[in-house]
């Protein structure tokens, strides 16, 4: 990731467009998640878990408008 100093522009103002691409790239967590290595079997487990997660959000939205 490379952001150029504006002319006239400060450190601060720099630094936090810099933080800003970084955010928008999702390079930070992809470093977090690779910081360790995690076995298929476990990232199998992770992503069901939030496929459950998500489906359980889905549903009570659902119940909510169908009890409006």
Wanted: charged share 45%.
């Amino acid at each position: 990731m490379t952001v150029k100093l504006n002319p006239g522009e400060s450190q601060e103002s720099l630094l936090r467009r810099f933080r800003k691409e970084v955010m928008k790239a999702r390079i930070l967590p992809e470093v977090r998640r690779k910081r360790w290595y995690t076995p298929p079997s476990e990232v199998r487990r992770l992503e069901k878990q939030k496929a459950i997660r998500k489906a359980r959000q889905a549903m009570r939205r659902r119940e909510r408008r169908t009890a409006l």
